[in-house]
């Protein structure tokens, strides 16, 4: 149980550059089982996954993040997961979505780092107003009931993460009482 804990206290979120390293395609199918095993709201199922490694795939998406960021992300990395999501309503017509997604993306974030990669949630660049989670969902081929709502590089960091500073345990968790 340590070694879970380990990893989830040296995950840092990594923006930089990546090691040209192929990332095998069972460690991309481990990552990928489980984000899919993480909860989901009324068990609809609402993420599903594609992982890209193929060169001429990966370099079509890379092309669309350059020519479409303000900032360069995902440029190096040799591989990386894109997450779709599907609007399906539940309980009392609530969709769980942004909620299903969310807990996939954490569990792949936690196995990249187990497996010895690093990596970087990119969400608002894929669902802002300008349309870049679309564009790389078409060059998938994914169909229009899918968003595409994150990309994740994975791959070996070239450079060292470095940790940000995190608000003392005191300040944003109690018990029994807010603030007690």
Same mark, same amino acid.
């Given at each position: ?12 979120? /990594? ?9 095998? %395609?069972? +460690?991309?199918?481990?990552? $990928? ?12 199922? #609402? ?6 490694? !193929? ?8 092309? =669309?993040?350059? %020519?479409?960021?303000?900032?360069? @992300? =995902? ?15 539940? /309980? +009392?017509? $609530?969709?769980?979505? *942004? ?8 569990? $792949? ?7 010895? /990669?690093?990596? =970087?949630?990119?969400?608002?660049? $894929? #669902? ?18 899918? !968003?595409?709502? =994150?990309?994740?590089?994975?791959? @070996?960091?070239?450079? #060292?993460? *470095?940790?940000?500073?995190? *608000? ?13």
């Amino acid at each position: 149980m340590s070694d879970l804990f380990e990893v989830i206290g040296s995950r840092i979120s /990594y923006r930089g550059e990546y090691k040209p390293e192929a990332v095998p %395609e069972e +460690h991309l199918r481990a990552i $990928m089982e489980a984000g899919l095993a993480a909860p989901s709201g009324c068990n609809q199922q #609402t993420t599903s996954l594609i992982a890209v490694n !193929d060169r001429q795939v990966l370099d079509k998406v890379q092309s =669309c993040l350059r %020519e479409n960021l303000k900032r360069p @992300i =995902c440029q190096s990395a040799p591989a990386v997961i894109c997450v779709l999501s599907q609007d399906i309503k539940s /309980y +009392h017509g $609530m969709s769980f979505s *942004k909620q299903d997604y969310a807990a996939a993306i954490q569990n $792949m974030l936690l196995a990249i780092k187990a497996l010895g /990669y690093d990596s =970087c949630w990119f969400e608002g660049y $894929m #669902t802002d107003e300008s349309g870049n989670g679309r564009k790389i969902a078409d060059i998938l081929g994914v169909p229009a009931e899918y !968003d595409l709502v =994150c990309i994740l590089p994975v791959g @070996i960091a070239a450079d #060292t993460a *470095k940790p940000v500073d995190k *608000k003392a345990f005191s300040e944003r968790a109690w018990f029994n009482s807010f603030g007690g």
